[in-house]
């Protein structure tokens, strides 16, 4: 099934595929649609893929600066969307993939005698678990990432610093490349916000902006 999203000016699509040929989807308001499962069934696979389909501004799959990389989405649109066998499959590699790599602290089986130390390694790899999920897509992370939707669901330059700068260090500098055309593609808008406020140079805001929409006190919240 294919389900079409329009908002002012941006749209996008999502397709979904599941295992039962059975099932229907049912609309149930105007942007709300249920999936009924028959009674008894206990199980059911189900695989979505989202997908921009020509918004006014340029999402992961489609960004100017990830030129190319958005042919295997694009290709799924055209074959089918994967199945849930092939998502579970292709994420299991890509875990395998980012832990056999990178840097890691091993503090619990040191000698330091100190009850703090797993506590702190156990922090550690959690880190490094929610910000691959939260924080290396193709635009700078939103201040709680991909779990809540604060600050408007905007996207945050300072977050740069906090959930991305640390990637390098850990031996994984590509999840950090990912985003660096963002600040490229923005850099004439970055020049012309410094100007308007009698600075040289380029200042990208704390949200894209400026636009006293729809907080008035975003647009001057500092910025890196």
């Not at 998502?87 to 089986?109: I, K, P, T």
């Not at 390694?121 to 991909?146: K, N």
């Not at 700068?165 to 970055?190: K, M, V, Y």
Request: aromatic residues 12%; charged residues 20%; contains cysteine.
């Amino acid at each position: 099934v294919r389900l079409a999203r329009r908002l002012d000016y941006d749209s996008y699509e999502v397709r979904c595929d599941w295992s039962s040929g059975s099932l229907q989807l049912v609309r149930d308001g105007p942007h709300a649609f249920l999936l009924p499962i028959p009674r008894g069934q206990r199980e059911l696979d189900l695989s979505c893929l989202y997908s921009p389909t020509g918004g006014r501004y340029p999402l992961e799959a489609e960004a100017p600066w990830q030129a190319g990389k958005g042919a295997a989405t694009r290709d799924a649109l055209q074959h089918g969307v994967p199945t849930a066998g092939t998502v579970l499959s292709e994420s299991a590699a890509g875990w395998a993939a980012f832990w056999q790599s990178g840097a890691f602290v091993d503090l619990a089986s040191s000698r330091v005698d100190d009850p703090r130390a797993k506590e702190l390694e156990r922090r550690v790899v959690l880190s490094q678990y929610l910000t691959r999920i939260h924080s290396s897509g193709a635009l700078p992370p939103q201040e709680t990432g991909l779990a809540a939707n604060s600050w408007f669901g905007k996207h945050h330059h300072e977050m740069r610093w906090w959930h991305q700068a640390h990637f390098p260090l850990w031996r994984r500098p590509d999840l950090l490349a990912r985003s660096d055309g963002w600040f490229t593609h923005i850099q004439q808008n970055a020049t012309s916000y410094a100007a308007f406020q009698g600075y040289a140079g380029a200042r990208w805001p704390k949200m894209v902006g400026p636009v006293f929409n729809p907080t008035v006190h975003a647009a001057l919240t500092l910025g890196p």
